[in-house]
T-cell receptor, first 113, second 113 residues
Framework: DTAVSQTPKYLVTQMGNDKSIKCEQN?????MYWYKQDSKKFLKIMFS???????INETVPNRFSPKSPDKAHLNLHINSLELGDSAVYFC????????????FGSGTRLTVV | GDSVTQMEGPVTLSEEAFLTINCTYTATGYPSLFWYVQYPGEGLQLLLKATKADDKGSNKGFEATYRKETTSFHLEKGSVQVSDSAVYFC????????????FGTGTQLKVEL
């Protein structure tokens, strides 16, 4: 059973398009996250939701809009894609993250051409 | 703000060599500290963690000790294998909740026969 699953694994799209990435966790965790990993492997948090409520929103362009229909799902919609959006996007979840850590999905590699 | 500094890579070692990857942090209070590993083409896996000063995290032969006095959490392994080749990330979550995981820049390890 996959604990945190993301779809799609790969996404190639043209500039200006709108795309979505989906994430689901079956761990019963109450907090979910989106992280962006750039070409140098640097990881930076984008958003965090706790029980469907947005609790962390880093300085991310408003073309990025997260949506959490329930605490097991956190989707990421990106409007008007730009070349600089090309990266690997990781979904993660936690329950008491400070003590137990965070579980990551396998990532979505987004390439904007 | 909180930050994590890791030694620059890549680190190249021969099989059975001793590994140290340095990690220091800046944070107020007593953050929780983590090491994550990313194998090629995969997501991040929690390797080990420590939640308070002098705690030692260990897993799969890897160890790290939470040193409050030097604000460090260095990763060590006594004898590395080719299968340990991966990118290793040091990370922290702050005291007082928020559950935001802040990563270091990652250190690539390559182990050769």
């Amino acid at each position: 059973d996959t604990a945190v699953s993301q779809t799609p694994k790969y996404l190639v799209t043209q500039m200006g398009n709108d795309k979505s990435i989906k994430c689901e966790q079956n761990l019963g965790h109450d907090t979910m996250y989106w992280y962006k990993q750039d070409s140098k492997k640097f990881l930076k948090i984008m958003f965090s939701y706790n029980n469907k409520e947005l609790i962390i929103n880093e300085t991310v362009p408003n073309r990025f809009s997260p949506k959490s229909p329930d605490k097991a799902h956190l989707n990421l919609h990106i409007n008007s894609l730009e070349l600089g959006d090309s990266a690997v996007y990781f979904c993660a979840s936690s329950q008491g993250g400070r003590v137990y850590g965070y579980t990551f999905g396998s990532g979505t590699r987004l390439t904007v051409v | 703000g909180d930050s994590v500094t890791q030694m620059e890579g890549p680190v190249t070692l021969s099989e059975e060599a001793f590994l140290t990857i340095n990690c220091t942090y800046t944070a107020t209070g007593y953050p929780s500290l983590f090491w994550y590993v990313q194998y090629p083409g995969e997501g991040l896996q929690l390797l080990l963690k420590a939640t308070k000063a002098d705690d030692k995290g260990s897993n799969k032969g890897f160890e790290a000790t939470y040193r409050k006095e030097t604000t460090s959490f260095h990763l060590e392994k006594g004898s590395v294998q080719v299968s340990d080749s991966a990118v290793y990330f040091c990370a922290l979550t702050p005291t007082g909740g928020g559950n935001k995981l802040t990563f270091g820049t990652g250190t690539q390890l390559k182990v050769e026969l």
